[in-house]
């Protein structure tokens, strides 16, 4: 059975950092695509960083370039986002998708929800003073 199960969500102050991991059971994460997406209240679910687990390439939303960093441990079939110099603005739940089906994403493409197969229950991430 697939399954993604993320973990690592909690309360932290401005300026704090945090660490989320992303379990894979069921299928090995080596072949595909990685993706952490967040989602505000009130707000439209958005790409945040993913990771290419065949060739390596990552990619950063603009709101979170040089403050998040994405990677991936085989061994555990595992994906992490380590979030440093946390705002208020990156509350939300973050979630981990995979996508299984043909086909690769790019820089242009790799921020869409539609294109990823399988999906984790969410982790919740609050930055307040």
């Known amino acids: 059975q697939v399954q993604l199960v993320e973990s690592g969500g909690n309360l932290v102050q401005p300026g704090g950092s945090l660490r989320l991991s992303c379990a894979a059971s069921?299928?090995?994460?080596?072949?595909?695509?990685i993706t952490w997406f967040r989602q505000a209240p009130g707000k439209e679910r958005e790409g945040v960083s993913c990771?290419?687990?065949?060739?390596?390439?990552?990619y950063y939303a603009d709101s979170v370039k040089g403050r998040f960093t994405i990677s991936r441990d085989g061994a555990k079939n595992s994906v992490y986002l380590q979030m440093n110099s946390l705002k208020p603005e990156d509350t939300a739940v973050y979630y981990c998708?995979?996508?299984?089906?043909?086909?690769?994403?790019?820089?242009?493409?790799?921020?869409?929800?539609?294109?990823?197969?399988?999906w984790g229950q969410g982790t919740q991430v609050t930055v307040s003073s």
């Open positions: 990771i290419n687990a065949e060739d390596g390439a990552t």
């Open positions: 998708a995979v996508r299984t089906r043909p086909g690769t994403l790019d820089g242009s493409n790799w921020y869409g929800a539609r294109a990823y197969d399988y």
């Open positions: 069921g299928f090995p994460l080596d072949y595909y695509i």
